[in-house]
Each structure stands twice: as structure tokens, then as C-alpha cells.
């Protein structure tokens, strides 16, 4: 019965994620390709408190960046800073992250660090903004619901640092993060005016049709180097339309075990996906 139960989960996960091994992710990029979209590869897995665990980690994302090269997908990875042991130490982080981005360095690739939650926030900044006064091809994720990103922007646009910008995905308190979703937006909006006006290289991550509309303003006004930057599973024909029309579009390829962290927190984004649930538990 435990099974039965966690393979329909799995079946609904597969919305979101490409599979468990990094074979399904390539592959998801492979396609996605196809339709002019990028993928940005990312292995599932957050607050490891083994430094063994942060070392796999480190490896395996080193052996995905050599097969990209090898059977030239077009795809970069995202990385999570606690996935490669910033929760056990910065110092080990630190090493293993540039190692990660060294080697994407050498075969023309690029890292993305995402962001965690607050607990995280400054030392993942400082860490960042270390590693880009030796490396050009790291970019990291600011959230808009963040009251600090408006600084942490500046000093990123300052070193000619890159941004993905992307609304915020953890539970914050009001003390440091916006909490209405029109606020967010709000915050979103400025931030986005700034980094079109300073930035390069930088990503504007979001679902939401609003904020695409107004990148899509600003990027007729500035004519910046950007990308659209999308979740597999959401949007896909938005994505493909977008690129249909001459924007360059990447969308972000989640695999591997962990896979039930992650659906939980886009069914709770998005409450209508349990429907999604609903479904392969009716089909199942
Ligand atoms: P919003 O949630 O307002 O959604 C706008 C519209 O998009 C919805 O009305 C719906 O149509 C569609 N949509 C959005 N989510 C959906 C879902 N789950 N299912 C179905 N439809 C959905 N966060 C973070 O804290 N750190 C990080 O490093 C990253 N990295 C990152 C990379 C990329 C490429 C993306 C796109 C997003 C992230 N995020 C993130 C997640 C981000 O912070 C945010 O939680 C989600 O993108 C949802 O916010 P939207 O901007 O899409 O707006």
C-alpha cells in the first residue's frame, strides 16, 4: 500500500521534475532544445548535513557538466549552496563550489547558485560576491519578498555580478520579507527596473504573465542581455512562445530522489495542482 501510494505521488512529482537520475534531466533538456529552450540542471536536495553527501553532490554535478559538453546539450546547472555544505561549513562550501564552477569554467559552461531561506541569505551573498571577483560564469537567485535584495541587487550589479530574479519560494516573517503577493510584486517590478537598467547577463524567473509583460516593456527600452527563466511543468507553452518569438528561454530541470521536498512546495504555490494529484490517483 506504501508503495502504491508513494508511486502516485511520484507520478504527480513527474509534472515538476524530469525523474530520478540525471539521465531524465539531459534528456528533458535534449528535448526542451528542441524547442529552442535551454535547461538548467538541477540535482534535488537541500540542508545536508553530511559532508559525504555535500561531496556526491559536488561530484555528481561535475560529471553532469562533462556529458553536457560531450553530447553538447544546451544547458547550464543550479546548484543549491546547503546541497554542497554551507550548512556544515563555509569554508568546505566555498571549496566545493568553486570547484563546481572551475570546472564548468573550463568547458564553457555556467553555474546558477539558487537561494535558500533566511537563515542562508548573507552568507550565500558573501560567498557570492567573493567567487564573481574570480569567475564570470556564476550567477546567483535574488528573491523580490527579501526586504535586504534591493542592497544585496546593488552590490551584485556593482561587481558586474548576475542575477536571477525570482519572487521568493520559502516561509519568511514579515520582520524581513514582504508577505502580500502584491507587494512581492511590487518589489519585484522595482528590482526588475533596476537590474534592466544596470544589469547583463541576468534572468527574470518568474510564471507571472504581469511581470513578463513588463520585462518584455523594459527589454524594448534597454535592449539588455536576458533570459526568461521558467520550472519545468509550469507554463510550457509560454515558454515555447516566448522563444518562438526571438527571447532567449531556459527552463529549470529538477531531478533525482529528493523529489517530494520539492513538488510539495509547487502544489502549495499553486493549490489547483492537487487536482494534478486527484488525477493520477483516479487514472492510477
Ligand atoms: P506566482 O506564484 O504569482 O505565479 C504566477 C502564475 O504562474 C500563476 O498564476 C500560475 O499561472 C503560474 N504558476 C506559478 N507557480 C505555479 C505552479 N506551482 N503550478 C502551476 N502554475 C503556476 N525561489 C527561491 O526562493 N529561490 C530560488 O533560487 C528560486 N529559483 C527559481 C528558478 C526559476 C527558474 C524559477 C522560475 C523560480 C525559482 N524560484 C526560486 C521560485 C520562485 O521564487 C517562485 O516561488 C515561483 O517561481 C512562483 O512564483 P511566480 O513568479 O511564478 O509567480
Not at 541587487?153 to 561587481?159: E, F, G, H, S, V
Not at 519585484?188 to 534572468?203: D, N, P, Q
Amino acid at each position: 500500500m506504501a508503495s502504491l501510494w508513494s508511486g502516485l505521488l511520484f507520478q504527480t512529482a513527474k509534472h515538476w521534475i524530469a525523474g530520478e537520475s540525471y539521465e531524465d534531466a539531459l534528456n528533458r533538456a535534449a528535448r526542451s532544445n528542441g524547442h529552442k529552450i535551454q535547461g538548467i540542471v538541477n540535482l534535488l536536495g537541500e540542508e545536508i548535513t553530511a559532508r559525504d553527501d555535500a561531496s556526491a553532490a559536488t561530484q555528481e554535478y561535475l560529471e553532469i557538466l562533462k556529458i553536457i559538453a560531450i553530447r553538447k546539450i544546451q544547458s547550464c546547472i543550479s546548484i543549491k549552496p546547503t546541497q554542497l555544505g554551507l550548512g556544515i561549513d563555509s569554508t568546505f562550501f566555498e571549496e566545493n563550489l568553486g570547484i563546481v564552477v572551475s570546472t564548468a569554467k573550463s568547458l564553457n559552461n555556467f553555474v546558477w547558485m539558487d537561494m535558500e531561506g533566511s537563515t542562508y541569505t548573507a552568507e550565500t551573498v558573501d560567498s557570492y560576491l567573493e567567487l564573481i571577483r574570480k569567475f564570470d560564469n556564476v550567477g546567483l537567485a535574488v528573491q523580490a519578498y527579501l526586504k535586504r535584495s534591493e542592497e544585496d541587487a546593488n552590490k551584485i550589479l556593482d561587481l558586474k555580478g548576475k542575477i536571477r530574479l525570482c519572487k521568493g519560494a520559502y516561509n519568511e516573517s514579515p520582520e524581513i520579507a514582504f508577505k502580500k503577493r502584491a507587494d512581492i510584486s511590487r518589489n519585484y517590478s522595482k528590482l526588475m527596473r533596476v537590474i534592466f537598467e544596470r544589469g547583463r547577463g541576468f534572468a527574470i524567473a518568474t510564471h507571472d504573465e504581469r511581470l513578463i509583460h513588463e520585462a518584455i516593456t523594459l527589454s524594448n527600452v534597454h535592449h539588455a542581455d536576458f533570459e526568461f527563466e521558467m520550472l519545468m511543468g509550469i507554463r510550457d507553452k509560454r515558454k515555447m512562445g516566448l522563444a518562438q518569438m526571438g527571447y532567449r528561454v531556459s527552463e529549470y530541470i529538477p531531478f533525482g530522489k529528493r523529489w517530494w521536498a520539492y513538488s510539495k512546495r509547487r502544489i502549495s504555490e499553486h493549490p489547483s495542482n492537487i487536482f494534478l494529484l486527484a488525477r493520477s490517483l483516479i487514472s492510477g
